[in-house]
C-alpha cells in the first residue's frame, strides 16, 4: 500500500507542477451549472477510502492509514464546501488559477514530502520492550534459543536443528559472521542444546574444502533431506572463516541426534549465500544475495528501486556452480527445491515477491507478492513465507530492542500458483523480524535472525 500510495503522490506532485492540466480542469468546473454532483462524487469517495482505510485494525499505527485519513478528511472538506458554499468556491477557484504559483508550488513540495515520507516509512506505531520471557494470546515463546534464523526438524520430528545466526553485512557490519552454533531444540521439553559434532572424511563436499572442530562457524540456512541411498544431510551456509557450504549426515545414536561432518564446498569469492535446498542426489540450490562487498546505500537503493542484486546458484560435484536461470532478482533470499514437479521457489527480500521457476522448461510460472519474504519452507502440501510488515527505515528503533517487536504475517500459499490460502498477523506480539515459519502438528513455530527466542501459534486444522 505504501508504494502505490507514495508513487501517487509523487506523480500528482509532479502533475502540479504543469499549470496547464490544472487550468483545463478549473474551466471544465466553472463551466458546470452546479457542483452538487461533483461534491457527491467526493462525498462517495470519501467514504469508500474511509471504510478501506477502517478496515483495518491497525491502521492508525502505519503511515498509509493516517495518510488515508488525510485524504478522506480533505474530500469531505471540498465536498462540503462545494455542496454549501458554491458561489464562493467558485471565486476560489478564480484566485487559485490566477496566482497558481502561489499554491501550485507549496502543494507540490507537500505531495512530494508525502510521498517520500511513505516510501521510507510504513510502521510508527509503538514497539514494545520486550525484556521477559512472556507470551501472549496470540503467540507462544520458548527463550534461550540465540537467533533461530532457519528451522529444520530431525527425522522423527522430535527436534529442531537450528542455526545461531552471527550476522550478514552490510546489516551487521560491526559483528557480521559472529561465529554461531548448531542446536538441538527438543520440542517437548523446550530446551536447547548444542549440536555433538564428529568429523570424518569429505564426501559429500568439493573435496578440496576443509573443516576442523577448532575453526568458527557461522551458521545461516539449513537443509535437510533424505538422500537417495537413505542417509539423512544436512546443510548448512556458513559465513566463517569463509564462505562455505558445510555438510552433515545426521544420525541416531543411543537415542541421541548427532551430527557427522561428511565434507564442504568452497563457495566463491564473488558470491554471498543464504538459504540452500538439497536435492536427493547431494546436489543443492543456493541464494546469492548480493556481492560480499555490497554497502548500504547500495541496499537502501535496492529496496527503493527493486533492481536485481543476486541469483540462485546450483552446485553438484561434476560441474561445480553455476546460475539458474530465471532467478534474479532483489537480495534473493529463501530458497527451496520442490522435487517431484521440478519447480524452484524464491525469495526476492528487496524486491517484494515469490517466484515459483519451472526447472523443466524453465521461466516463472507464478510470482505472489509480500513485502520482504525470508526462508520459505515447502511441507504437507503449502508453502510458508513470511512477510514483515514494516519498512527498512522502521528498524532504526531496532537498535536497542532485541527482540524487537515489530509487525509481522505469517502466510500459507498454495504451491506451483502461488495463491495466498491463508495469513495470520501478528502486531504487538512478544517476536519480532521474523525469518522462518515452520508447520509442525498443530502448530507453527518461528524464528527470528536477531531474538533470544522461538515461537510458535496453534492452527485448525
Known amino acids: 500500500m505504501n508504494l502505490y500510495l507514495s508513487c501517487g503522490f509523487l506523480v500528482f506532485g509532479g502533475l502540479l507542477y504543469f499549470r496547464f492540466w490544472v487550468t483545463a480542469l478549473s474551466r471544465h468546473l466553472l463551466a458546470l451549472d452546479s457542483w452538487r454532483r461533483v461534491s457527491a462524487g467526493l462525498l462517495i469517495a470519501a467514504i469508500c477510502l474511509m471504510l478501506y482505510a477502517l ?58 514530502g508525502l510521498g517520500l515520507w511513505l516510501l521510507g516509512w510504513s510502521y510508527i506505531g509503538a514497539v514494545a520492550e520486550l525484556d521477559d520471557c512472556a507470551s501472549d ?45 548448531l542446536m538441538l531444540v527438543d520440542l517437548e521439553a523446550q530446551i536447547a542444546q548444542p549440536a555433538a ?18 575453526m568458527p562457524l557461522s551458521p545461516h540456512g539449513v537443509d535437510l533431506i533424505e538422500r537417495g541411498d537413505g542417509r539423512h544431510q544436512l546443510a548448512v551456509v556458513n559465513h566463517a572463516p569463509g564462505e562455505t557450504v558445510e555438510m552433515f549426515e545426521v544420525v541416531a545414536e543411543a537415542d541421541v541426534w548427532r551430527l557427522i561432518w561428511r565434507g564442504c ?19 543443492f540450490y543456493a541464494s546469492h544475495m548480493y556481492p560480499p562487498e555490497f554497502s548500504t546505500v547500495e541496499l537502501l537503493k535496492a529496496a527503493l528501486v527493486k533492481h536485481a542484486t543476486g541469483y540462485v ?35 526476492h527480500n528487496l524486491a517484494d515477491r515469490i517466484d515459483a521457476v519451472d526447472m523443466t522448461q524453465g521461466g516463472i510460472l507464478a510470482s505472489v507478492t509480500l513485502n520482504s519474504p525470508d526462508n520459505l519452507v515447502l ?26 517487536a515489530l509487525p509481522f504475517s505469517v502466510h500459507q500459499l498454495t504451491p506451483t500458483t502461488l495463491r495466498k490460502e491463508r495469513r495470520w498477523r501478528f502486531n504487538h506480539a512478544p517476536f519480532g523480524l521474523v525469518t522462518v515459519a515452520f ?23
Not at 197 to 211: P, S
Not at 265 to 283: E, H, M, R, T
Not at 323 to 341: I, K
Request: glycine share 10%.
Open 265 to 283: 564446498v568452497q563457495v566463491p569469492k564473488v558470491n554471498y549465500l543464504n538459504d540452500i535446498s538439497l536435492a536427493s542426489d547431494g546436489s
Open 379 to 404: 511441507r504437507d502440501g503449502a508453502l510458508w513465507a513470511t512477510s514483515w510488515d514494516h519498512e527498512i527505515a522502521d528498524m532504526a528503533v531496532c537498535e536497542t530492542k532485541v527482540p524487537c
Open 55 to 112: 478496515s483495518d485494525p491497525f491502521w492508525f499505527e502505519y503511515t498509509a492509514g493516517r495518510v488515508l485519513l488525510g485524504v478522506v478528511f480533505t474530500l469531505l472538506a471540498f465536498a462540503v464546501i462545494m455542496f454549501t458554499y458554491e458561489s464562493h468556491a467558485r471565486r476560489g477557484l478564480v484566485v487559485i488559477v490566477a496566482h497558481y504559483r502561489w499554491f501550485g508550488i507549496p502543494l507540490a513540495l507537500l505531495s512530494w
Open 439 to 461: 508447520p509442525l502438528q498443530d502448530k507453527v513455530w518461528l524464528g527470528a535472525g536477531s531474538a533470544d527466542r522461538i515461537g510458535y501459534f496453534s492452527v485448525a486444522p
Open 313 to 347: 546458484l546450483r552446485w553438484d560435484r561434476i560441474n561445480g556452480f553455476g546460475q539458474v536461470p530465471g532467478t534474479d532478482g532483489g537480495y534473493p533470499n529463501g530458497v527451496v527445491l520442490d522435487e517431484s514437479q521440478n519447480i524452484l521457489y524464491v525469495a
Open 197 to 214: 559434532i564428529r568429523y570424518a572424511e569429505n564426501t559429500w563436499g568439493d573435496g578440496d574444502c576443509q573443516r576442523t572442530g577448532v
Open 137 to 181: 494470546d496470540q503467540l507462544n515463546v520458548v527463550c534461550g534459543i540465540r537467533n533461530a534464523e532457519d528451522l529444520v526438524t530431525t527425522p522423527d520430528e522430535a527436534f529442531f536443528i537450528v542455526p545461531e545466526f552471527g550476522g550478514i553485512g552490510p546489516f551487521n557490519a560491526a559483528q557480521a559472521h559472529a561465529a554461531g552454533r
